[in-house]
């Protein structure tokens, strides 16, 4: 059965990109159903837009305006986006470079169906900033390597979900910072869509 997918991007949508090739060269069995972002400029709409894909920008400015209180914002936003996402139906909602951290009001309405993309090892380099943190501490202390994982996000832990697969990623004595998040990149592409391929099948 083709799954359905929604995806969430922040930024260039890269990794969106990844999943819209492999749906269209059969490695994913799956289709595209939206694409929502959260900051206007964001790349991923365009993305979308090249291959006929609903895309929509959803703001979290708007709900904080309405809600001085940072967590009941949070809280409006999510279950609003929950219910626009939930009305196609997805099989799966992938967290693609997306910069927002759900409450439960948004993940409590798909269990076992959240995915995000993280640029290091579980347990390692949590937050936003994992490829700087992790050339930082090869700067200083050597490190060796890093990684991707993808991984569920049942709750408002900070990447730190049930881990679906991850991937060494090897930091290389003649690497730059751009050198190693190239290849992280790499490593991001091919694991999103193997990872979302096996949750749709078992699903």
Same mark, same amino acid.
């Given at each position: 059965? !083709?799954?359905?997918?929604?995806?969430?991007?922040?930024?260039?949508?890269?990794?969106?990109?990844?999943?819209?090739?492999?749906?269209? #060269?059969?490695?994913?069995?799956?289709?595209?159903?939206?694409?929502?972002?959260?900051?206007?400029?964001?790349?991923? $709409?365009?993305?979308?837009?090249?291959?006929?894909?609903?895309?929509?920008?959803?703001?979290?400015?708007?709900?904080?305006?309405? =809600?001085?209180? +940072? $967590?009941?914002?949070?809280?409006?936003? #999510?279950?609003?986006?929950? #219910?626009?996402?939930?009305? /196609?139906?997805?099989?799966?909602?992938?967290?693609?470079?997306?910069? =927002?951290?759900?409450?439960?009001?948004?993940?409590?309405?798909?269990?076992?169906?959240?995915?995000?993309?993280? +640029?290091?090892?579980?347990?390692?380099?949590?937050?936003?900033?994992?490829?700087?943190?992790?050339?930082?501490?090869?700067?200083?202390?050597?490190?060796?390597? !890093?990684?991707?994982?993808?991984?569920?996000? +049942? #709750?408002?832990?900070?990447?730190?979900?049930?881990?679906?697969?991850?991937?060494?990623?090897?930091?290389?004595?003649?690497?730059?910072?751009?050198?190693?998040?190239? $290849?992280? /990149?790499?490593?991001?592409? $091919?694991?999103?869509?193997?990872?979302?391929?096996?949750?749709?099948?078992?699903?």
């Amino acid at each position: 059965m !083709t799954g359905r997918l929604v995806v969430l991007a922040s930024g260039s949508g890269s990794n969106l990109q990844a999943l819209i090739d492999a749906s269209v #060269d059969g490695r994913l069995d799956a289709t595209i159903e939206a694409v929502y972002v959260n900051r206007r400029s964001a790349y991923a $709409r365009e993305r979308a837009d090249n291959h006929g894909i609903a895309q929509d920008f959803v703001p979290l400015g708007p709900y904080r305006d309405r =809600h001085p209180e +940072p $967590r009941a914002a949070r809280e409006a936003y #999510d279950t609003d986006l929950a #219910d626009r996402i939930a009305a /196609h139906e997805p099989d799966a909602i992938v967290l693609a470079g997306w910069m =927002h951290l759900f409450t439960d009001a948004f993940l409590g309405r798909f269990p076992n169906r959240v995915v995000n993309l993280h +640029p290091a090892l579980p347990g390692t380099f949590p937050g936003a900033h994992a490829i700087d943190d992790a050339w930082e501490a090869k700067e200083r202390a050597g490190l060796a390597q !890093t990684g991707v994982m993808i991984h569920l996000v +049942p #709750d408002e832990g900070v990447d730190d979900g049930p881990v679906l697969l991850s991937e060494v990623v090897p930091i290389r004595d003649d690497d730059t910072r751009d050198s190693l998040e190239q $290849r992280i /990149h790499e490593v991001e592409h $091919r694991l999103l869509v193997e990872a979302v391929a096996t949750l749709i099948e078992a699903s």
